[in-house]
């Protein structure tokens, strides 16, 4: 009997091949014809705005999803992928920009359960351990994932796919939670993958990283294949093209006069509310009126443990720790916090920013209290006329007022979201992560209402992992590492080097260089002026 032939020699059939697959569903067809072939050890980008029909191939590929029509071929051979078991079976793996982890139990244990269970949990423990170290993605396999942050959590997920040595390794924006030297490296694992053989699908929607690291694209919009091209070979501007039929229109950032101060941290510490958070250590900060502050940082560095003292979340900061437009509101709760002008967007849509299965108009009332009439009663009408405007100004696509949060695309979601606090008219507006996983049409939409917000007066904190968001859009940086803040950067002298080092803690010796420097060029204009 002959030996099977190598799928990653010359002359071998395609990776994969979909032919004229679609999927329809009541209110929309989210795939209609699509064709799309993968070579092996190709890195294959995926790119399309939200809603484009992305995810909903991926999960065809993975066997989450049944196709209408058409046929899949993986390595030569036509298969019926019925399930994710089946498709882990012949070699695919998938990492979902959605996690599918389960909260109470460890990240071993989550791993394990995707495995071959013929490994012992011990044996996956040290699994776990190594491919981390590998490929540096800092993760504790015996926490429980309920108490990992969301860029913790996609960490799980992409080491529990490396583990399965995949033939097609699906990877749904894998970087939006790494330090840009952090994505250094881990393109360097998936082109030692691809030499290797492994075929990659990589869905992002950062333009400048499919052109580094892709070797073909898919492109769709509204369901359908319109382009296939070489990444290396086109411009941000040409797949921006390609993906929304026009470029995205060029932030104005105009240099603006910094106002009176709006929120002031001082001396602000506490101590991890469980095991696994992070402890804040003496963070000093302000935003003015008519500035966008941002910070920087990998994910799990006290991000949320700040947002939630900031929120109102965590009432446990000394009254002082936190002012809001010249009020101790330490010990305030989210809504007293809201009156002083203080409105927030959380990093999770679903669940903090949104009820999923409440419609647009009633999930106004999180954080919208006068739609209520005095008597208690919610003016029904008056709020879905409200919800509808919201839609109409932020260009949010969903099928009306009354449409679940959860119906629509992550993006879309995420632009009613920040629509519904900006329409608030803020005096301090906080957001984290403001455009994860959102196409470029939609978060150039959102930066440019965050930066028209600052123009207007208003003070502005944004959290970020996104780097090139948080140079387009902020006045001044800082950077969280371990729970301690960095002093702030303007924009001008930040670049992602410095930055990209900052994230690990390595400041101290860097600030204190900067201001060797600047004395020494004090020092010399005082000499040549005598």
Not at 163 to 189: G, H, M, R
Not at 422 to 438: C, E, M, N
Request: hydrophobic share 40%.
């Amino acid at each position: 009997m002959s030996p099977p032939p190598n799928p990653s020699a010359p002359g071998a059939p395609p990776r994969l091949q979909l032919a004229g697959i679609t999927k329809r569903y009541p209110a929309v067809v989210a795939n209609s014809g699509v064709s799309l072939t993968v070579q092996p050890g190709e890195i294959h980008a995926v790119l399309g705005e939200n809603g484009a029909g992305k995810s909903t191939l991926m999960k065809i590929i993975y066997g989450s999803v049944k196709p209408d029509e058409g046929s899949v071929h993986f390595n030569g051979q036509a298969v019926q992928v019925r399930n994710p078991q089946e498709a882990r079976a012949l070699g695919i793996a998938m990492v979902f920009q959605h996690f599918s982890l389960f909260d109470t139990l460890t990240v071993a244990e989550n791993v394990w359960l995707g495995l071959d269970k013929s490994l012992t949990l011990a044996e996956v423990t040290s699994s776990i351990t190594a491919k981390a170290a590998e490929y540096g993605l800092d993760i504790d396999p015996l926490r429980p994932v309920h108490t990992l942050s969301v860029g913790e959590m996609q960490r799980v997920e992409i080491i529990r796919a490396l583990l399965t040595n995949p033939k097609l390794l699906i990877l749904d924006e894998p970087t939006s939670v790494l330090t840009p030297q952090a994505v250094e490296k881990l393109f360097v694992v998936l082109r030692k993958l691809a030499s290797e053989g492994c075929s990659i699908l990589y869905i992002s929607h950062k333009l400048h990283e499919i052109r580094a690291l892709c070797t073909a694209c898919t492109v769709l919009r509204g369901g359908k294949v319109t382009g296939v091209c070489n990444p290396a070979e086109e411009s941000n501007a040409s797949l921006s093209r390609l993906m929304i039929g026009a470029e995205p229109p060029a932030l104005e950032h105009r240099a603006v006069q910094a106002g009176a101060t709006v929120l002031r941290v001082q001396g602000l510490s506490l101590p991890r509310a469980d095991q696994f958070g992070v402890d804040l250590i003496d963070i000093d900060f302000e935003v003015k009126a008519g500035e966008v502050v941002g910070i920087a940082g990998v994910s799990g560095n006290g991000q949320k443990e700040l947002l939630y003292a900031l929120s109102g979340e965590d009432q446990r900061a000394e009254p002082a720790s936190v002012q809001v437009a010249g009020q101790s509101a330490g010990r305030l709760g989210p809504a007293q916090r809201r009156s002083l002008g203080l409105h927030f967007v959380p990093e999770e849509r679903l669940g903090r920013g949104a009820v999923p299965t409440m419609g647009l108009a009633h999930n106004l009332l999180l954080t919208r209290t006068n739609s209520l009439s005095g008597g208690g009663w919610i003016k029904v009408g008056a709020l879905q006329q409200h919800a509808q405007a919201l839609i109409d100004r932020f260009n949010v696509k969903a099928g009306g007022p009354n449409a679940p949060a959860k119906s629509l695309s992550g993006g879309n979601l995420q632009k009613f979201i920040v629509g519904r606090e900006i329409d608030a008219k803020p005096r301090l507006l906080i957001v984290s992560q403001p455009t994860w996983g959102v196409d470029v049409g939609a978060a150039a939409q959102i930066r440019g209402s965050i930066l028209a917000l600052r123009d207007a007066g208003c003070a502005v904190l944004v959290v970020s992992e996104e780097l090139d968001e948080l140079f387009e859009i902020c006045d001044r940086l800082h950077v969280v590492a371990k729970g301690h803040l960095s002093p702030s950067v303007p924009r001008a002298e930040a670049t992602v080097e410095r930055i990209g080092e900052w994230m690990s803690g390595l400041w101290h010796a860097d600030v204190q260089a900067h201001l060797a420097q600047a004395q020494q060029h004090t020092e010399a204009g005082e000499a040549h002026h005598a």
